[in-house]
């Protein structure tokens, strides 16, 4: 038989750019190659793993709901949905949740909310999105449309109509672009994850709440990579104090399977009715068992424990040699090199053992999103690595 890395590049569509080497299994924060080397996981998947490689609980969680049901179609009521959006309503002060699969679709589900609540409120001609540049949110045609970085519309010309692209942290480029009439909603990350893992500041998301209010526009915070625990709170526009109208998440709260969730707030609940909206996985009961008992585990000690690992990896990077600048919030952090290329630092990494990724527009920098159960221990002796590959 081929080696999996050569059938790989014969069978697979030819869309990502993998390191060479094949994960085969994993136990929290540590996963394992092919050829049985080990590897501290910073990246956990793009923030997904968010309790690791493997977690007992989640697993007893998931294979529970498999000995019983492991589908049926959204025409049939069942429990760890019900259950999972209670848990989040309590947890949020959102009413209701509508599940997806992925992300996107969550930002898909969020952006037709949005148009169809102002379509029945302020009229038809009220349907322009207003999105951050440097924003990533997804790749299906809605979400590829308000992502914000033009490398990811290249070659799939036209977008979605009525998107419209301001500065991150620029109140003023925002407000220029807002119509009262025409302006729908506003979709943010508080931190932008793959746009390089830059913070909201205070003083634009304070900005962005009197917009919406003045104006009447909606405002959706995506939390697919920010939320569910990564940045120290359950998500992370709490910090900033803002009160979104539609948050979508996806990513970590599903622990390693794949589900996202769009909730809406008192005001867009009933955006969308029966016939509006659907789809067939949505609310899968083995990947909502996973996830309940996910977020019924980010507690305020876990949440605590977030900032305590997090403070760690601040402290190591502040004025280490060869780094420029270090950023972020929780566990989702970003580093910039002083001279070396991201890349290199990355790929200098994996040859010594420690799992991360870049992030930025140019992959400028080097983005750390470790499980958030990762060990000190070992949180400590992938930075020694980290900062040596820095320094060098
Ligand atoms: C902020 C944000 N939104 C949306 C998405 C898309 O999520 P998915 O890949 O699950 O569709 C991502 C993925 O990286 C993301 O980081």
Redesign the pocket.
Known sequence: MKDIKELDHQYITGTYNRFPVTITWGSNDIAYDENGKKYIDLESG?GTNSFGFCDSDWINAVEEQLHKVQHTSNLYYTEPCVKLAELLARRTGMTNMFFTN????A?ECALKAARRYQHLHKGPDCYEIISMKNS????SYG?LSATGNPHYHEGFEPLVPGFKYAEFNDSESVESLVDANRTAAIIV?CVQ??GGVNVMTQEFADALTKLCREKDILLIC?E??AGNGRTGTLYSYEQLGLRPDIVTT??GIGGGLPI?ICMFNEKTKNALVPGTHGTTFGGNPVACAGALSIVERLNDGFLDSVKRKSAIVFEAFRDAPGVAAVEGLGLMIAITPASKKASDIVNECLENGVLCITAGPAGEKVRLLPPLTVTEEHLKQALKVLLRAFAE
Not at 102 to 105: A, D, K, L, N
Not at 136 to 139: A, L, M, N
Request: glycine share 24%.
């Open positions: 793009y992925s992300g996107g679709e930002n990533f949110h997804g790749r979400a990350e994850g793959e995506d697919v990579q996806a990513k996202g």
